[in-house]
């Protein structure tokens, strides 16, 4: 979803007012590896997606390479306020044109309070020919000035837990990062370690 950042649902964002107030978005990057929720899934892979918002609604697509073709994203939902809590509800679907990986489809929840973002995604993975498998994926991060620290996991038929901690700004016009990511044996198979660095751009549309 959008730059890495993003996917990690940092959403603090159904009543439509029009579309002369809607934002229209696109958006370009690169990563030296690609890596979600803790998972390796390539190398160098280049990225772009486009999105709208309105009001507290949102729905956009976005593409990774991934090698055996392309992961295809698509999601939407809404955010509102409640006094000093932003409150998040949506769904994502992934989708890939090759033989990489197979379809995945959840309910995304979201709530952020101050420096505190809690996310939790509750999904059914396709598995190809064999039995479809529930999951549920939870995180807390915690952001300030750019720097972040994030800790997730994942239960049901899929195990697993990663930290990530990193640091973005923008330079120039152009997003940058920097993340670190420790991905434990239960999550990957083995313990593993990564140095991500990403770069994007956001046009208005």
Request: no cysteine; hydrophobic share 35%.
């Amino acid at each position: 979803m959008k730059t890495l950042l993003r996917r990690g649902l940092l959403l603090s964002l159904l009543t439509i007012t029009g579309v002369a107030n809607a934002d229209w978005s696109a958006n370009l990057g690169f990563a030296s590896e690609y890596y979600y929720r803790g998972i390796f899934q390539e190398s160098a892979s280049a990225n772009g997606g486009i999105d709208y918002e309105n009001g507290g609604f949102y729905a956009g697509t976005w593409a990774a390479d991934v090698g055996d073709g392309l992961e295809v994203d698509g999601y939407f939902g809404y955010g509102t306020t409640v006094g000093k809590v932003d409150l998040t509800v949506g769904f994502t679907g992934y989708y890939y044109t090759g033989d990489f990986d197979d379809t995945y489809q959840e309910i995304n929840l979201g709530a952020g309070f101050g420096l505190l973002t809690l996310d939790v995604a509750i999904g059914e993975y396709d598995n190809f020919d064999g039995p479809k498998q529930n999951y549920t994926f939870y995180s807390a991060t915690i952001e300030k000035n750019g720097f972040y620290g994030k800790l997730g996991g994942f239960s049901q038929d899929f195990a697993g837990e990663y930290l990530e901690v990193g640091y973005g700004t923008t330079v120039a016009e152009i997003d940058v990062g920097l993340s670190l990511i420790f991905s434990n044996e239960d999550l990957v198979g083995e313990n593993d370690e990564a140095i991500v660095l990403t770069i994007g751009k956001a046009f208005d549309l």
